[in-house]
């Protein structure tokens, strides 16, 4: 790779061990991947949050650095709300261990703020490079934005967060952002919500794989947008989808799309997604929700009393700019938590069925909850709640 004076000299151990090791670890990277340099980024996002993850060695590692971030850094989902897991029924001692965690990256200098949805709190912008870590938010950075990141490991994204750079190969190249295969889908209902495109990502992500999906006859917004690639890449390993006339490189670039694949898509085949059963609790924002979906939930439940758990996730900075909204949702009985979410928490695994209204939750709640997991709409997901 070719290193710029000032990338030698950390490489160099001229700024600290600590420094030297994590841009051994980009260099490492970006040789293997065949990158010829490394690029500035505007943001990271760092995965490796909870405790039930790293464990204590990942926590050993994290306290023997000695650096700091020198961009805007957040981290991953951990497994708790950071203020309220007393509420949530999170063991004392695991709490305990989360918590050096997080004090272990705040002396980093990441911001403690645990989120899927990065987007909604760092300005990022089309054609900033990013080093962002979680698969959703990965999708929506480079196909909603345009922004430009490979999806990183935890130690990655961290070294990446601290030097300030990461290695230019990947989907940081616009020659390797082309389209591979089309889905031409027919047939979206008037009233298609967040869920149906998690349902349409949840099919499309499985026959996609790790190939880039353009899609045709759909006009998703943006919070549609989130859950259709965060459905994606969960079945799949989509990193960048583009959407015909929607997302911004659709519009920027002339796709070549003579000779791809195109495979067809019915409103039939993605209502199949869909499941009926009586659930034991309800879990709603996987991706963490938008300040438009916690208004949509209060709206709904202004006159409501839940009847049975219904947990609802998102930022905690977008939770409190939702302050009126909140008050609104918890009034009814249900919770509003930040940090963590229905995948990632223990909380949830203590039920057997979830009601979920996102394909990504879907797809990983049987695994990582133990429990079954089916999709409703938004609506249905309140109605269910309220209805007990
Ligand atoms: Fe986010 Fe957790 Fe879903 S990290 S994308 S809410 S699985």
């Known amino acids: 790779m070719d290193l710029t004076p000032e990338e030698e000299t950390i490489l160099n151990g001229e700024e600290g061990e600590s420094r030297q090791l994590l841009m051994e670890i980009l260099v490492g990277i970006g040789t293997v991947f065949g990158a010829e340099k490394m690029v500035p980024i505007r943001s990271a996002q760092v995965s490796g949050a909870s405790y039930k993850t790293i464990g204590e060695w990942g926590l050993e590692w994290l306290s023997g650095l000695h650096a700091r971030a020198t961009v805007p850094a957040v981290l991953n989902p951990v497994g708790m709300d950071r203020v309220r897991w007393k509420e949530m029924g999170i063991d004392p001692a695991f709490a305990e261990k989360q918590h050096e965690v997080l004090n272990a990256y705040e002396r980093l200098g990441i911001r403690l703020e645990c989120t899927c949805t990065p987007y909604y709190i760092h300005i990022t912008e089309y054609g900033d490079h990013l080093a962002w870590s979680e698969s ?12 430009r990141t490979n999806r990183e490991g935890g130690p990655s994204a961290l070294a990446a967060a601290i030097i300030g750079r990461t290695p230019c190969y990947g989907l940081h190249l616009v020659k390797n952002r082309q389209p591979e295969l089309c889905f031409a889908v027919e047939g979206v209902p008037g009233d298609a919500d967040e869920s149906w495109f998690g349902a349409l990502g949840y099919l499309a992500g499985k ?4 190939r880039i999906p353009l899609f045709t ?3 998703p917004t943006r919070d549609q947008l989130k859950n259709l690639g965060a459905a994606m890449a969960a079945t799949g390993a989509t990193a960048l989808y ?6 911004p490189e659709a519009r920027v670039f002339k796709f070549d799309t003579a000779g791809l694949e195109t495979v067809p898509v019915t409103a039939g085949d993605v209502g199949n997604v869909y499941s009926r059963e009586e659930p ?4 709603i924002g996987c991706p963490h929700c938008s300040e438009d979906e916690l208004n949509r939930i209060a709206d709904y439940l202004k006159d409501c ?3 049975k758990p219904l947990y609802i996730f998102a930022a905690r900075e977008i939770i409190s700019r939702s302050a009126r909204a909140v008050r609104v949702i918890e009034r009814s009985g249900a919770g509003v938590y930040a940090d963590t979410c229905m995948v990632v928490s ?3 695994e203590q039920y057997q069925s979830i009601m979920v209204s996102s394909g990504k939750a879907l797809a990983y709640v049987p695994n990582m909850c133990g429990a079954r997991s089916f999709i409703g709409t938004l609506k249905e ?8």
Do not use: F, M, Q, W
């Not at 026959?207 to 790790?210: E, P, Q």
């Not at 583009?242 to 997302?247: A, G, L, M, N, P």
């Not at 997901?381 to 007990?388: D, I, K, N, P």
């Open 136 to 147: 959703s938010a990965v999708a929506y950075a480079n196909s909603v934005i345009g922004a």
């Open 207 to 210: 026959i996609a794989g790790n």
């Open 217 to 219: 006859g759909i006009r």
């Open 242 to 247: 583009h959407v015909r006339d929607i997302t």
């Open 280 to 283: 034991d609790a309800i879990a």
């Open 305 to 307: 009393r839940v009847k």
């Open 346 to 348: 223990p909380a949830l």
């Open 381 to 388: 997901c309140l109605e269910t709640a309220c209805r007990g």
